[in-house]
């Protein structure tokens, strides 16, 4: 009989995600008046910019005329998409990136969980806890752990945690390890890095000769000047980086999906013979082998983001959910709460109160307020008695869920 | 240092397109005034059908609408789009396959390589030979073989020769294997399966317990209506059968990426400690965990190949693809060729001349007439000496290619 991959049954419970859907059809089948408000997932609600819309429609138009038509397109994505991405992402900030260190996907999800496809077994892997519950279960699935003990802390995994108590920036660890998922503007927690913070992380990475896979998801939402958008702001990252950047949460992208990743020719890994190879040779087979490219029209969409039109509904978008991000953290003080993120990023990382556990808070948001939060601790063992409330919402949606757990 | 994945140092030279891309580019830089006719890689020429460009328009106008903007949707794909598909490919062919057997995604090249993530590393796998390559580099990548000989084969995997001799039909194994990956209409023979012969696979697969994995990609050129369209057609393939799907070819979607495939709740695979585990729920895992769904805006184009306009558009495609076919076909026999294929398929299998090697064949093509095909020891070792050309192109161009071929 075919043999399965074992690895898979070590995964504790649902993916995190799934679990909050489930919870929250069951309250609403059973409450069907009840008007939930949803600031659980990290989705985006407001409408995609014009300039994206505009090119999407252009590129359908295109896909009807022969001439125009496109079939496969490079399993890389577009050239001119690269350069516009290489162009105003990177080199606007200082960044040496060429358009053709730049990959194209269809989500940063897929991206960092495909990304374990070009590495070995043997390798040690840091994750943060509390961290994003993709970077842990894809390692899990993919065998680089043992079982998970009673809190859900996986053996092998060599877990950081982030609490108040750091400022929710890791500490190095203390021993040599050679994968480091760092996330920043931080999911969950809200967190941001300075250019010193990882600057330290850095020189770890080409001390130890690891790796930092380095997910700048939520960089549009930096509005303070001083921090840096990109690992590639710090000196030497080039030699131990690897970004992931989407489009889902500057240009709303989420159901139109569009990602990228940054491989720097620059990085190495170590094969069983002791030689050292490319880690762009090992990803571009990889991408060209397992995958056919992004849809041509999603990529013209994605293109628009940096059309003069393009960036300005963006940076509009994006202060739209900053402000909600300013109203939850302000009421949520005002309720007595302490909260913590919520600046620089759309996530507010919630103490739970009264020594609640994070699902039982979960239960009580949902039961008396009908707003869906995500619970600390679906993202690791060290989110236990915390919440996240994301800002991606209408202001009314939001107002009013303010209202409600602020019971006026 | 972080150590790579070594399997991947196993992979022999490019993948086959990159290499052909490489071999005509240098071609046409060489030579900028020569009109190089493409009938090599398997890509669409002709527009996108009219409805679902209506379709991706009338979305993309969603998207710019509050309240039927779509953010992350389901990771199986949305329900109309599955409802779609159960009804028209398969309930209307008399396939009990519900919609929650049926995962959209972006591609089947991705798919097909996906899969292996939820089998063990200890499965005996069978190809054809020739084959899709994406089956055995996949295969390769996960760690499933060892290493190539100089013929291009890998150890451990188990090679079923196809050929004149029997008809491109692979003979059952000889011993018990656990996957075994077949593909009909066949790429790149152009081969078709009947019943019966299907009959024999299923009964096989399921006295040894064994998974198929069935690409029915070109399944939309079956003109015979004896031919089945879909292994869940044969009896006992619900047991024993995951089936791949693709709107690339039927639709025209190689640069709008639309596929599916059918996870039947029936299947299962055995886990180390001998219990019996639902293929499907590992399936489900996989793509919850490591993928976002695809576009809405193409899930909305996909759903229109289904509305009466779409079946007629699609039709008149498939017809157009198949009279390029019909002409290769004949055209190549009139010049003393002799050739396989190309009837219920795109693909027209050809012998090499003169005993010309696949490789001299694509270089004499390219060299002297202009014209780029795909080297058949490209898909694998027993291909020497065939070469594949595709119908996917203008009839202008097919017909031009084949004056120039025949010396007219």
Same mark, same amino acid.
């Given at each position: !009989? ?53 090119? !999407? ?30 162009? #105003? ?51 899990? !699935? ?129 094969? #069983? ?31 628009? /983001? ?32 302490? /909260?913590?993120?919520? /600046? ?27 707003? /869906? ?28 869920? !303010? ?6």
């Amino acid at each position: !009989m075919a043999r399965i991959n074992d690895n898979y049954l070590k995964l504790k419970a649902g993916y995190l995600f799934p679990e909050i859907a489930r919870r929250v059809n069951a309250f609403a089948q059973a409450n069907p008046d009840a008007k939930i408000i949803k600031l659980g997932i990290g989705d985006v609600t407001e409408p995609l910019p014009q300039a994206c819309r505009n090119a !999407m429609v252009k590129a359908v138009e295109d896909m009807g005329d022969r001439a125009n038509f496109k079939g496969y397109g490079p399993e890389q994505g577009y050239l001119w998409l690269r350069e516009a991405i290489a162009t #105003n992402d990177f080199q606007a900030r200082g960044c040496d990136i060429s358009p053709d260190e730049i990959f194209i996907s269809d989500g940063s999800k897929c991206d960092t969980g495909n990304i374990l496809d070009i590495f070995g077994k043997d390798n040690k892997i840091a994750v943060t806890d509390p961290v994003y519950p993709v970077y842990v279960d894809t390692n899990v !699935m993919a065998g680089h752990t043992g079982e998970a003990n009673e809190k859900g802390e996986y053996e092998g995994l060599v877990y950081l945690p982030i609490s108040a108590e750091n400022d929710f920036t890791a500490e190095l660890p203390n021993e040599a390890v050679d994968l480091i998922y760092l996330c920043f503007p931080n999911n969950p927690t809200g967190a941001t890095a300075t250019k010193e913070y990882l600057q330290k992380w850095v020189d770890y990475a080409k001390a130890n000769d690891s790796i930092i896979l380095f997910d700048a998801a939520y960089e549009a939402f930096i509005t303070d000047p001083t921090l840096p958008h990109s690992i590639y702001e710090i000196e030497g990252a080039k030699e131990c980086a690897i970004e992931f950047r989407s489009f889902s949460k500057n240009a709303g992208f989420t159901g139109t999906r569009c990602a990228l990743t940054v491989v720097p020719k620059t990085l190495k890994g170590k094969a #069983n013979d002791g030689s050292e190879v490319e880690l762009w040779k090992l990803w571009n087979r990889r991408q060209s082998t397992k995958f056919n490219g992004v849809s041509y029209i999603v990529q013209r969409g994605a293109e628009a /983001v940096y059309s003069p039109e393009g960036k300005a509904q963006i940076k509009e978008l994006v202060n739209f959910y900053l402000e909600n991000a300013k109203i939850i953290r302000e009421e949520l003080t005002k309720a007595g709460l302490t /909260v913590y993120g919520g /600046v620089n990023a759309p996530y507010v990382w919630v103490k739970t109160p009264d020594g609640l556990s994070s699902w039982d808070f979960f239960d009580k948001l949902l039961h008396n307020d009908n707003v /869906v939060g995500t619970p600390g601790s679906g993202f690791g063992a060290a989110g236990e008695g915390y919440f996240r409330l994301s800002a991606f919402n209408s202001r009314e949606n939001v107002i009013e869920a !303010m209202r409600r757990i602020n019971g006026k």
